[in-house]
DNA sequence: CCAATAGTGTCTGTGAGACAGTATAAG
DNA sequence: CTTATACTGTCTCACAGACACTATTGG
């Protein structure tokens, strides 16, 4: 029972504000980004992918694993968005990287030291802006996964290692197509990090085709034919010339410039038009 | 600089749980259902309005001001979805309610008491359901609003007490359309539950389009003229019949059923389509 | 000339917006 | 007969899918 008070100051000077159980909360980003594989056919273009930034752990618990970059909030200074910044500047040493909150995950034993709530966030950013070097234990990781109606299988590849994972998919409720996701098979990586990779991937992919999120990725300057292979990579499929320039005509804006040097017909700069 | 170990059985056994600061988590509900005015004219239809649930605080901090039904996560024994489920069943006395997680609000001084981190639900009920009394300090909210490219203006009404507040939206970044809400008035409303009031309307707003989430909130049995009513309402605009009925086409089945005494042809009745 | 990408023209079918029209109960 | 809602037919316009075609470079 609630004592009585008589005002809203007096209540709170004698607050006790230990009346209820904490926890440690984290925040962890999903860093997308776009990888060119070189091609030695002088000819064709590089094979684009799209990338994750991981990092090594090494410390317990999963010592050796990889994880998202990631930390715990500052309790007194900072809200999550302000903890998902420091980390993101931390991790690449640049500003204004686009950064959005994605959902937060409480399950009670994803961190096997204790009970620790994590928000994840998204950011997106072309990885030609990071011009320092990547710190020793984090890597890029190219992406590829296949969906269907009751699993998704993810493959993570940075040339050097391979992560797998497997995620299975139990549809939760009928009017939407919601699913509730589960761990089938992961073994590099730590926490309940396969979950925001998808839960990443699943939103990445549905903002591109209702939001201009995907020049974020982009560099300034860029071909049309580099932005469709940006696309196609994110959705999973191939799209056909015409419908995918009809979509992003009144998004771009050609300059003057050329990019020569492909032995085939040089292509168009464009820029990303911004809105009024 | 951490100690060394030898297995991570090892580090979990000496692990110190208070090495970062802790805080605590509340979730707040945000409850939409659709209310029925009754008309006067026996031949109309009585008006349709989205509604939410709020309950009067009786205790400190915002003592006598209205919030969303909510509570301290049980950081020993729950998810935050159990403790949203929970808390929905606490309010209404029913199981089986729509729910979704919306956002997790974390501005520091959102809570006048301390440090605490609010993770957001959105539920969605059909009111009819609803066989016991609300309990006496909770009431149906009717919502109306304006919106802007610069503000959005609530009023909440139960008939009885007006609600009003104003969020001021300011632009967040280029290449999506999102924006910064903060509280620009407000006095009636508890914490930053304005803000939460917000993005559960938009949410719904937005799933409404591509889900068939609206029927969480619809009767067993409804007339195609109710459920546009409830489109119509939510999404803030009239809608065009032929238009309407084409969309719902392969969402409901009519059924032999129908629906007479309203002084007007009569109406079949309708039931949600489930997906195969 | 060849291979590869850049870029355009246009046909076709689908589907949304708009409006007009018919149907039918209760008073 | 009036009023209000229920429900349908159809025209038009915009746009996505599909495919064929032209343009241009480096080797």
């Given at each position: 029972?609630?004592?009585?008070?008589n005002?809203?100051e007096?209540?709170?000077?004698n607050?006790?504000?230990?009346?209820?159980e904490?926890?440690?909360?984290?925040?962890?980003?999903?860093i997308f980004?776009v990888s060119n594989k070189e091609?030695?056919?002088y000819?064709?273009?590089g094979?684009k992918?799209l990338?994750?930034?991981?990092?090594k752990?090494n410390d317990?618990?999963?010592k050796?694993?990889?994880?998202?970059?990631?930390?715990?909030?500052?309790?007194?200074n900072?809200?999550l968005?302000?903890?998902a910044s420091?980390?993101?500047?931390?991790?690449?040493?640049?500003h204004d990287?686009?950064?959005?909150q994605?959902?937060?995950?409480s399950?009670i034993?994803r961190d096997p030291?204790?009970?620790?709530?994590?928000?994840?966030?998204?950011?997106?950013?072309?990885k030609n802006?990071?011009?320092?070097?990547l710190?020793?234990n984090?890597?890029?990781?190219?992406?590829s996964?296949t969906?269907d109606?009751?699993?998704?299988d993810?493959v993570l590849?940075?040339?050097?290692?391979?992560?797998t994972f497997?995620?299975k998919?139990?549809?939760?409720e009928?009017?939407?197509?919601r699913?509730?996701?589960?761990?089938?098979?992961?073994?590099?990586?730590?926490?309940d990090?396969p979950?925001?990779?998808?839960?990443?991937?699943?939103?990445l992919?549905?903002?591109l085709e209702y939001?201009?999120i995907?020049?974020?990725m982009?560099p300034e300057?860029?071909?049309l034919?580099?932005l469709q292979?940006v696309?196609?990579v994110i959705?999973g499929?191939?799209l056909?010339?015409?419908?995918?320039?009809r979509i992003?005509?009144?998004?771009?804006?050609k300059t003057?410039k050329?990019q020569t040097?492909?032995?085939h017909?040089p292509?168009?700069?464009?820029k990303?038009?911004?809105k009024?």
């Amino acid at each position: 029972m609630q004592k009585e008070y008589n005002s809203e100051e007096e209540f709170l000077k004698n607050y006790n504000p230990d009346e209820f159980e904490k926890l440690s909360m984290t925040t962890d980003i999903i860093i997308f980004s776009v990888s060119n594989k070189e091609q030695n056919n002088y000819r064709k273009l590089g094979e684009k992918s799209l990338s994750v930034l991981l990092v090594k752990r090494n410390d317990y618990p999963f010592k050796d694993m990889w994880c998202l970059p990631g930390g715990f909030l500052d309790v007194k200074n900072e809200t999550l968005d302000e903890a998902a910044s420091r980390i993101l500047t931390l991790e690449t040493n640049i500003h204004d990287i686009y950064i959005e909150q994605l959902y937060t995950f409480s399950d009670i034993n994803r961190d096997p030291r204790m009970r620790v709530v994590s928000t994840s966030y998204m950011a997106l950013i072309d990885k030609n802006r990071l011009k320092d070097k990547l710190s020793c234990n984090a890597s890029w990781f190219d992406i590829s996964y296949t969906e269907d109606d009751n699993n998704i299988d993810v493959v993570l590849n940075n040339g050097n290692e391979i992560i797998t994972f497997k995620i299975k998919k139990t549809l939760k409720e009928l009017t939407t197509d919601r699913y509730k996701y589960t761990i089938a098979a992961n073994d590099k990586l730590a926490f309940d990090h396969p979950l925001v990779i998808v839960s990443g991937l699943s939103r990445l992919k549905n903002k591109l085709e209702y939001t201009d999120i995907v020049f974020n990725m982009m560099p300034e300057y860029f071909t049309l034919g580099e932005l469709q292979q940006v696309y196609e990579v994110i959705l999973g499929k191939e799209l056909l010339d015409p419908a995918f320039r009809r979509i992003i005509a009144n998004k771009v804006v050609k300059t003057s410039k050329v990019q020569t040097g492909g032995g085939h017909r040089p292509s168009a700069l464009f820029k990303y038009k911004k809105k009024i």
